[in-house]
């Protein structure tokens, strides 16, 4: 419950910062994007997008990272996940020992 709650707080005082940049839509070529949204996948609270990499070994927990937030093109309607500065620094933790799917 700890982690959940120091997880939030990262993340209230990261985000704000750190995604206000100009992008452009990777389809359309627009810059009319929405603001970051919390992206909810499925019914449950517990149901994110998430980036799953190869089991490390038999016994092993398989990595993954969850992508929790996003912004939509107003002009086209494309969705762009990406990752909270959380789960960016924790994936920069475990990259060394990952493996494609």
């Known amino acids: 419950m700890r982690g ?3 997880r939030r707080m990262v993340l ?11 992008m452009r839509c990777g389809i359309c ?4 994007l929405s603001p970051v949204g919390k992206l909810v996948s499925g019914v449950q609270v517990k149901d994110r997008l998430r980036l799953r990499f ?3 070994g038999i016994f092993r927990r398989r ?3 969850e992508a929790d937030i ?3 093109c107003l002009d086209c309607g494309a969705l762009y996940p990406f990752l909270s500065a959380f ?10 020992g990952l493996t494609d799917v």
Do not use: F
């Open 63 to 65: 990595q993954t990272v």
């Open 4 to 6: 959940l709650i120091a």
């Open 12 to 22: 209230k005082a990261q985000e704000p910062e750190s995604y206000r940049s100009s």
């Open 87 to 96: 789960d960016r620094q924790r994936l920069g933790a475990i990259v060394d």
């Open 54 to 56: 190869a089991r490390p």
């Open 29 to 32: 070529g627009s810059e009319r």
């Open 70 to 72: 996003a912004r939509a």
